[in-house]
């Protein structure tokens, strides 16, 4: 069997599920403050998509899909996102992290008070979830690249 047959196979594969993949992480991504699941859970499962791409058609083929550069960014952006969703409450009299001051003072709503917390708590935990799958993603990708490159 020559090899480009014996590899056929293994590209349908990853181009059936590759999409999947990808469309699952992002669910896992946005659902993960209502259910299982999370910025790490969804990072790690974008990466795979990737691992699987890269096993199939290459490296090459791979960075022209999603360059190293887009990898590189992927971390710090992550951090920021995270860190930035902290500072933003803590410049709006809150403590780090603490969702509810993240639209304002929750006391200037008055009796909408409780309705704006749940919004700011909404809001923060979707970014800080996006900003760690960001970063998940981004360092598990780099990882995999460095053990790629390290075979050549």
């Known amino acids: ?18 999409p999947y993949i990808l469309l699952f992480a992002l669910y896992v991504q946005f659902h993960g403050d209502f259910g299982p699941g999370g910025g790490f859970q969804a990072g ?5 998509g990737f ?22 960014l992927m971390v710090p952006t992550g951090v920021l996102i995270y860190g930035g969703v902290g500072v933003v409450c803590l410049l709006q009299g809150g403590n780090f992290l603490d969702y509810n001051w993240l639209l304002g003072d929750p006391a ?12 700011g708590q909404h809001y923060g935990i ?24 390290r075979g050549r």
């Open 108 to 119: 200037a709503h008055g009796e909408h008070a409780h309705e704006h917390m749940l919004h």
């Open 51 to 72: 691992v699987l791409h890269t096993l199939a058609f290459g490296q090459s083929a791979t960075q022209k899909v999603f360059p190293v550069r887009a990898i590189e």
């Open 1 to 18: 069997m020559s090899t480009r047959r014996h590899m056929s196979i293994p590209r349908i594969a990853a181009k059936v599920l590759i």
């Open 44 to 48: 790690v499962i974008f990466a795979a």
């Open 126 to 149: 979707l970014l800080v979830e996006l900003g760690v799958g960001l970063t998940v993603s981004g360092v598990m990708l780099a990882i995999f690249n460095a053990f790629v490159a």
